[in-house]
């Protein structure tokens, strides 16, 4: 288990990446979720990461640190039902109307929770 969330950790960091090298790739992305019933995998994604950190939270350095992200994807892949397609939507354009120096931001964030989701489950070294 602790393989898969060091494997959650470095797809985040390459999906930050992409994002920050191309961010019309993102912006392709949020329109391609947004798109039928295609909101359901972001709600299976942000779910299936958020159970993979609970799971394999204690077996980390820092479990705490793997819970509380385990419960913040958790909360996002809930959140997406309750806010409903048509308000989701509308927070996707927010988005894919923002600057590339934003989108390039958010994917700093993206990639630094990456990081930091590997470092958590990284095999000691020395």
Known sequence: MKLVVLLVGLALIATGLASFALPERLRGALAWFTAGNRLA???MGRLGVGLTLLLGASLTRWPTAGITLGLLFL???????????????????????????????????????????AWLAAPDVG
């Open 41 to 43: 995998l972001a709600v």
């Open 75 to 117: 909360a996002g892949g809930a959140a997406i039902p309750v806010l409903g397609e048509a308000r989701t939507t509308r927070i996707a354009t927010w988005w894919i109307g923002r600057s590339n120096a934003a989108l390039r931001a958010w994917s700093a964030v993206v990639i630094a929770t990456g990081g930091f989701i």
